[in-house]
Structures are given as structure tokens and as C-alpha cells.
């Protein structure tokens, strides 16, 4: 099967994840909250004022990266950065008033969502989807056989 086929399984996850991701948007983007945000509020939301370096590797994106999303998401207000009680060279990243708010946003829009994509599908087959993706998932952690 070619996997540019409308019916190849990397076509029809790459297609779901894709209207998935633009409906998320949509739901939450009067909070200012971008594509790729959502996963440094939910970090923050379950432990305010972490280290930059601690959600880089949390996030598994670059420092360089996460500096951009944050000044950006600073420049929005919904998160801002303080310097450590103990050490003043630490940058520590805490949430605003508006943040949390953005946060529970995200997850609500995440929970509609995930009710409107299972819609029609049995617990059963939940259960089989969740186990496939997981190996599906466990396959690309492989090294690559080159």
C-alpha cells in the first residue's frame, strides 16, 4: 500500500491529528494560546516555577526553542518569569491569572475534543486503539536500523 494513499494507516493518522490539532485551535484561541503551548501550561499548571532547563527537557525541545514560547507566551501574559529565591542566576517560569485560565481552556477544549473523536467507538475498541498506538509508538523508539 502506498502510504501517500488516502487509505494507508500514515495518511489517515497524519490527516486525523492534522483536523484534531485545527479544531483544539479553534476552541482555545481566544485565550492566545498557540499550537504547541498547551503542553508547557499543562507542565506548569502541575508544578508552577520550574526551571527553563527542567521543562526543556520535560517538553524534549531544545532551551533555545522553549526561550522563543516563552517569551511569546510572556508577551501575551499568560505566564512570566521570576528569579530563584535561593540562586538569582535561575530563571524560574510561573503561570499568570490569565495562564491558568488558558490552561483550563485547554483542557476543556481537550476533553470535548477527545469526546467528539471517540464518539461511536466502543470501549472495547478504545482499548485496542490505545494498545496499537502504544506499539505503534514503542516501533519508532527503536533505533534505527541503518
Not at 492566545?32 to 499543562?42: A, F, I, R, S, Y
Not at 532547563?53 to 507566551?73: F, G, Q, Y
Not at 477544549?109 to 471517540?118: G, Y
Amino acid at each position: 500500500m502506498n502510504v501517500y494513499e488516502s487509505d494507508s494507516i500514515p495518511f489517515l493518522l497524519s490527516r486525523v491529528m492534522r483536523i484534531h490539532r485545527n479544531r483544539v485551535h479553534g476552541l482555545i484561541q481566544d485565550y492566545e494560546v498557540h499550537p504547541g503551548q498547551p503542553p508547557l501550561l499543562h507542565h506548569l499548571a502541575e508544578q508552577d516555577g520550574q526551571r527553563q532547563s527542567e521543562l526543556a527537557d520535560k517538553l524534549r525541545v531544545k532551551p533555545a526553542t522553549l526561550t522563543v514560547m516563552i517569551n511569546r507566551m510572556a508577551k501575551m501574559g499568560l505566564l512570566e518569569r521570576r528569579p530563584d529565591p535561593q540562586d538569582q542566576r535561575i530563571s524560574r517560569v510561573y503561570l499568570t491569572d490569565k495562564g491558568r485560565l488558558a490552561h483550563e481552556a485547554v483542557r476543556e477544549a481537550l476533553r470535548e475534543m477527545e469526546q467528539v473523536t471517540m464518539a461511536r467507538i466502543s470501549p472495547e475498541e478504545k482499548l485496542l486503539l490505545r494498545r496499537l498506538l502504544l506499539q505503534m509508538y514503542e516501533n519508532l523508539q527503536e533505533p534505527n536500523p541503518d
